[in-house]
């Protein structure tokens, strides 16, 4: 799926940096925002077949994000899939409440990172479902 366009929103501009990097080996082409107000002014000059959404945003946080573009007929069928450290199960709860199709979680393993984004748009956003919480 080179070409296909990948919005990452995180405000961490070390992730952006290197998300960047690792998906543009891959052909595709990686657009960034550092919060949501960005990632919504972008997406008024281009709609992305998948968003990489950050949860932890200063301002409006990813999960707001998530489920205002959900609400949003325009933006309703982005694939949005959230990207955090947090993955208790009411974290994982929430996420697929608010819109969020599949979770990565951080840290994130740059030598998967492009193929668990390529297995999600391959199957429509449905690829990436939540991880089972290890037993404590």
Known sequence: MAGEIILVVDDYEANLRLIRLLLTQRGYDVRTAGDAEQALAALRSFQPALIL?????????????????????????????????????????????AGCSGHISKPFDTRTLASQIRQCLQAGGSALRPPSVPSA
């Open 53 to 97: 959404m950050d949860i932890q945003l200063p301002g409006m946080d990813g999960l707001e994000l998530t489920r205002r573009l959900k609400a949003d007929p325009a933006t309703r069928s982005l694939i949005v899939i959230a990207f955090s450290a947090c993955i208790l199960p009411v974290d994982l709860e929430g996420f697929q409440a």
